[in-house]
């Protein structure tokens, strides 16, 4: 008995350390608006390609806002879809509060979404800049709490966690197991905020909102533009140049879906888990790094339910079964919590070992991909000094 106990610690502890790692500090909603008198001009900057079914409400969202003094710029950064003519449109009738630029060609040795928010810095008339994507949807209160968190934490960088929207089986069953490998390495917010080490930071790309004298001051995305992570990329810049940075939870004040389709969550993840991976572990393990979490993937949630399997054909002994019945009970009781977290039934956690397996699958892939990324119609080829673009 003694000896089952000890072999089933490690998805014991991973249980008992779901609270902790899941808790939610700093919140946004902690830190108080300015008042409108005080309140600088927020330039907020979309880059949207290819984002028909997403522009109009984020853009809503934006326009419904109850921050006083904001403009919105839209980046139609060369989609062939409707996303141009329906951010247009909405400038039209947004009475001068929406603008829309027309993306100019990718020059060399930039990525495509860096091009995009670069050129919408340079349209901004605002003394703070907030780059927010396609996909998210904010609450009204949300701009004027991340404007009253810069101002009282005397930060350059905010930038917020948001709930994530898991509606298809696809998301449920990979988007956590991402999420929660990711949260693992950043175990949390305040860790995050009081780090004075660049590799031991990351932003959310989805809401980044930076003093614009800063941003000036360390080039803001023209030094990522070569990255394929550029959110991470631009916090860890922005905290090598000893500029402060605040991550906070915003799961009340903000929302957003990344990817609708097991197809779109395998290219998405795909093309930044390796290359950006290499940014967050020290350069000797950047290489096989992607190989270890997938074997970790596989090991830790995969190989339990199949050995309790093969206990069922007596294809394993009884202790081997009792192992495996205990670890996957408690892997189940742990994947509960997460999905509970992320306001998802609970009983979406018989998911995780499927989950698992296309997480290990992505990681890999990532790995065989090299310095090779497709996006949105879009090829590149990462080489040392930037990335060539191939279509």
Wanted: glycine share 8%; aromatic share 8%; with cysteine.
């Amino acid at each position: 008995m003694g000896t089952l106990l000890l072999s089933i610690v490690p998805w014991a502890l991973f249980v008992l350390w779901m609270p902790v790692l899941l808790r939610q500090r700093p919140r946004i909603s902690a830190y108080a608006p300015p008042t409108e008198d005080a309140a600088p001009l927020v330039s907020i900057i979309v880059p949207a390609r290819n984002e028909a079914h997403n522009i109009a409400e984020c853009v809503g969202t934006l326009l419904d806002s109850a921050y006083p003094r904001r403009e919105v710029i839209v980046v139609d950064d060369g989609s062939v879809d409707a996303t141009g003519d329906i951010a247009r449109a909405l400038a039209e009738r947004s009475e001068g509060a929406v603008h829309v630029i027309d993306g100019a060609p990718l020059p060399a040795g930039w990525f495509g979404k860096p091009w995009a928010c670069w050129q919408g810095y340079r349209a901004a008339r605002g003394e703070v800049l907030l780059f927010v994507d396609a996909d998210t949807r904010q609450q009204p209160e949300l701009i004027g709490h991340a404007v009253g968190a810069l101002e009282a934490e005397g930060a350059d960088l905010v930038t917020v966690l948001p709930r994530q929207r898991l509606r298809t089986f696809w998301e449920r069953a990979v988007m956590p197991q991402l999420l929660l490998t990711i949260m693992m390495r950043y175990p949390s917010a305040g860790w995050v905020n009081r780090s004075r080490r660049p590799r031991d930071v990351i932003a959310n790309g989805q809401f980044i909102m930076v003093r614009r004298s800063a941003y000036e001051e360390v080039s803001g995305h023209e030094a990522v533009r070569h990255e394929v992570a550029e959110d991470l990329r631009l916090a860890q810049h922005f905290v090598a140049n000893g500029k402060k940075l605040l991550l906070a939870h915003a799961r009340e004040l903000m929302e957003t879906r990344m990817y609708r389709s097991l197809a779109e969550i395998i290219e998405g993840w795909t093309k930044n888990l390796a290359l950006g991976g290499r940014h967050v572990v020290d350069p000797w393990l950047a290489p096989v790094a992607p190989w270890l979490v997938a074997a970790a993937l596989l090991l830790f949630w995969c190989a339990p339910p199949l050995v309790l399997v093969s206990a069922l054909f007596g294809a394993v002994g009884s202790r081997a079964a009792a192992w495996a019945g205990g670890a996957t009970a408690l892997s189940l009781l742990g994947w509960a919590i997460v999905y509970v977290r992320f306001r998802v039934r609970p009983t979406s956690a018989v998911l995780y070992p499927l989950g698992a397996a296309v997480a290990a699958w992505i990681f890999i892939r990532s790995a065989l991909r090299g310095g090779r990324v497709r996006w949105k119609g879009r090829e590149y080829r990462v080489e040392q000094e930037g990335p060539a673009l191939r279509r």
